[in-house]
């Protein structure tokens, strides 16, 4: 499991017991040094693996707009957030997992091949050592794999899905999923039989390493509990 984070809710401390990873923001749609800096001394504290998630630089729209901005300027803005948050890393002994697009930004690359390429461009110096989070069946994970990226399929364990895979529209009353129940049998469905159900209750293929539970979902806590205590009933097994 893995969770957005240093977005400005505060719950780290709850969650981080819980989950296995984390995608910190670093400061193109949240977070600044200061923040970042906490959430990873409390990822180091509870041994959780530490992701990059840079955005658009859009603060005002928190990265959930898509922008119309020049190539070297999204290429450099990518770049700066990732190596704020590599300093504070190293500077407690700590390397970078893994990297992951926020907001329109993911959602954006996912269909865009253009942009997935930027991203990879822009990302490039951390090739080596450094799993990218993608969906499945998505333009930036094509392309990652073209270039020799590692990489990990991410689902969302707290939104539901359109049949393309897209994620349902946040203005859409359906857009999450609350219910730790709800939460596990989405999972559960998605790791036995590669399946998801969209939201006009088809079911279409897809394959996940990774469950993202969004820690701005009001209720992240609740979920994340929940499944601790049900996933290992499931005779199934989710890596990390």
Same mark, same amino acid.
């Given at each position: 499991?893995?969770?957005?984070?240093?977005?400005?809710v505060?719950?780290?401390?709850?969650?981080f017991p819980?989950?296995?990873?984390?995608?910190?923001?670093?400061?193109?749609?949240a977070g600044?040094?200061?923040?970042?800096?906490?959430?990873?001394?409390?990822?180091?504290?509870?041994?959780?693996?530490?992701?990059?998630?840079?955005?658009y630089p859009d603060?005002?729209n928190?990265?959930?707009?898509?922008?119309? @901005?020049?190539?070297? $300027?999204?290429? =450099?803005?990518?770049?700066?957030q990732?190596?704020?948050? +590599?300093c %504070? #890393?190293?500077?407690?002994n700590?390397?970078l997992?893994h990297?992951?697009a926020?907001?329109?930004?993911?959602?954006?690359?996912?269909k865009?091949?253009?942009?997935?390429?930027l991203?990879?461009i822009?990302v490039?110096?951390?090739k080596?050592?450094?799993l990218?989070?993608?969906?499945?069946?998505?333009?930036?994970?094509?392309?990652?794999?073209?270039?020799?990226f590692?990489i990990?399929?991410?689902?969302?364990?707290?939104r539901n899905?359109n049949t393309?895979l897209?994620?349902?529209?946040?203005?859409?009353p359906q857009?999450?999923?609350?219910?730790?129940?709800a939460?596990l049998k989405? @999972?559960?469905?998605? $790791?036995?039989h =590669?399946?998801?159900?969209?939201?006009t209750?088809?079911? +279409?293929? %897809? #394959?996940?390493?990774t469950?993202?539970i969004?820690s701005?979902?009001?209720?992240?806590f609740?979920?994340?509990s929940?499944?601790?205590k049900?996933l290992p009933?499931q005779?199934?097994?989710i890596?990390k």
């Amino acid at each position: 499991m893995n969770c957005d984070v240093g977005e400005g809710v505060g719950n780290e401390a709850q969650l981080f017991p819980l989950i296995s990873s984390c995608n910190i923001a670093c400061g193109g749609h949240a977070g600044d040094a200061s923040s970042m800096q906490r959430v990873v001394r409390l990822a180091k504290k509870f041994n959780v693996k530490v992701g990059a998630h840079p955005s658009y630089p859009d603060i005002k729209n928190f990265g959930r707009a898509a922008m119309d @901005i020049p190539s070297e $300027v999204l290429i =450099q803005s990518i770049q700066e957030q990732i190596a704020a948050l +590599v300093c %504070i #890393l190293g500077k407690e002994n700590i390397r970078l997992h893994h990297i992951k697009a926020h907001g329109a930004l993911y959602n954006t690359i996912a269909k865009n091949a253009e942009l997935a390429e930027l991203f990879l461009i822009a990302v490039a110096e951390y090739k080596k050592n450094t799993l990218i989070y993608v969906p499945y069946g998505s333009e930036i994970g094509r392309k990652a794999k073209e270039h020799d990226f590692s990489i990990a399929y991410e689902a969302f364990a707290d939104r539901n899905y359109n049949t393309d895979l897209s994620l349902v529209s946040r203005s859409h009353p359906q857009a999450l999923i609350e219910s730790p129940e709800a939460v596990l049998k989405h @999972i559960v469905r998605i $790791v036995k039989h =590669q399946k998801v159900r969209t939201l006009t209750d088809n079911t +279409v293929k %897809i #394959l996940a390493e990774t469950f993202c539970i969004h820690s701005d979902t009001p209720s992240a806590f609740e979920i994340v509990s929940y499944l601790s205590k049900e996933l290992p009933n499931q005779s199934i097994r989710i890596k990390k």
